[in-house]
């Protein structure tokens, strides 16, 4: 018999490496897919994650009550208005608590280029895992794939990394 199979280490390394490579690679392909929701904007336009597909989104869920939703708001417009030429979206779900008018106010004062819808049945939310924490901000890729889910304020320097590396490869 081969003396390279006799001693397991000569085989065995190679074999976890190749396991780990494979797990990996099928992790990382396995994204869960967002769900498939239609948002109705504050002008009464319909959008569903099916016609975003082709596009980096981001759904950021928030309430004009949060502190840290309205600390991330200028920053949210800015990165919108830099990328969404190159193929980026960005849907902001307003809390099913917080009041129509408020965020129909906010939005207007504060001319938000991007869709706002108010979830006022929580519906979205729901379809998002159940979000009750603002912000909550989902990134998806172009194939409607869950790249990260964060709580809290976004880390914008991270957040355009992800939106370089994203938008080449859906471009």
Known sequence: MN???LKPRNWLLP????????????SLKDKPTAPEVTFTTLNNE??????L?????LVNFWATDCPGCIAEM?????TYKQYHEQGFELVAVAMSYDPPSHVLNYTEKNALPFPVMHDGFGEVAKAFGDVKLTPTAFLLD?????IQRVIGELDF???????????????
């Not at 074999?15 to 099928?26: K, N, Q, R, S, T």
């Not at 319909?46 to 016609?51: E, F, G, R």
């Open 46 to 51: 319909q959008i569903t994650l099916q016609q």
């Open 53 to 57: 597909r082709g596009k980096v989104v």
């Open 142 to 146: 172009s194939e409607g794939r869950i």
């Open 15 to 26: 074999l976890i490496l190749i396991g780990l490579l494979a797990f990996l690679g099928l």
């Open 3 to 5: 003396a390279f199979f």
């Open 74 to 78: 200028p920053q949210l417009i800015n």
């Open 157 to 171: 320097t991270r957040l355009h990394q992800l939106l370089d590396t994203h938008l080449k490869k859906a471009s």
